[in-house]
């Protein structure tokens, strides 16, 4: 017997939802903010940058997924390869400033904060910029739409296929996108948490920082050298 659509509908949201509190914990997601989780000693801070991650993931996948499939169309190849290959990219970046925040000595830069808007940095903090009083986190949140960009393509195949109507399926990635910040926010925080309580000294954060930013390094060459492998070898 077929099931009701009702229940179908229901089922495919409540598995966009898991879907998305599992998306969060992908190696690239993963790796991309342990290298700025190492800046951090505390849940709050890394909680904090991980939803940052999350509002610009969820962003970019509510833009671009949502107009894909509310067209009915799905994102060209060529161009979800090249959104892949931003996030190899961003990787490769990350890596190498984890390690290089770990090896050079910091500068402590202390600068003004005139303005409504002012983009700056502070000895031990990430980048950020200043709206209206409040801080907001440029580095996660740029990955976080990278990441996105670069999700919104498999994400949006999938909704066309599993559910009928325009409204479901840019409901079901609002729902894969607030799922995937939930998921990233706490892993972010037990990061923290853990970071907080196991590295006491300097040297311990400066190990860690190079173990993270090796590993985003290596990923990166995984993630993208495929891609490019393919390229080259279609010329």
Same mark, same amino acid.
């Given at each position: ?5 009702? %229940? @179908? =509908? ?34 709050? #801070? ?6 940052w991650w999350g509002l610009g993931h969820t962003t970019a996948l509510?833009?671009?997924? @949502? ?36 090896l050079l000595p910091a500068h402590d830069e202390r600068l003004g ?16 910029? %200043? =709206? ?14 990278? %990441?996105?960009?670069? #999700?919104? #393509?498999?994400?949006? @195949?999938?909704? +066309? ?15 894969f996108g607030l799922a995937s910040t939930l998921g990233m926010t706490? =892993?972010? #925080? ?17 190990? +860690? ?8 390094? =290596? ?17």
């Open positions: 017997m077929t099931p009701p659509i009702g %229940h @179908a =509908v229901h089922t495919a949201l409540l598995f966009g939802t898991l879907s998305g509190f599992r998306h969060a914990f992908e190696p690239d997601h993963l790796t991309a903010v342990s290298t700025m989780v190492t800046e951090r000693r505390d849940a709050w #801070g890394a909680a904090r940058l991980g939803a509510a833009a671009v997924g @949502a107009v894909l499939a509310l067209v009915g169309t799905a994102l060209p190849p060529s161009l979800e390869q090249a959104f892949e290959l931003a996030v190899a990219v961003m990787l490769l970046a990350l890596g190498v400033r984890a390690i290089r925040r770990a904060h005139g303005g409504w808007f002012a983009v700056h940095g502070h000895s031990g903090l990430q980048a950020h910029m %200043h =709206v209206g009083g409040r801080s907001l986190l440029l580095g996660p949140l740029t990955i976080g739409l990278v %990441h996105g960009l670069a #999700g919104s #393509g498999a994400l949006t @195949a999938l909704v +066309m296929s599993s559910l009928p109507t325009p409204t479901l399926r840019l409901v079901y990635t609002i729902l706490l =892993v972010t #925080g037990l990061a923290g948490l853990s970071l907080a309580r196991f590295t006491h000294s300097d040297r311990a954060l400066l190990m +860690m920082s190079l173990a993270t930013g090796s590993l985003s390094i =290596v990923v990166s060459l995984l993630w993208g050298g495929p891609i490019l492998q393919e390229w080259y070898g279609a010329r």
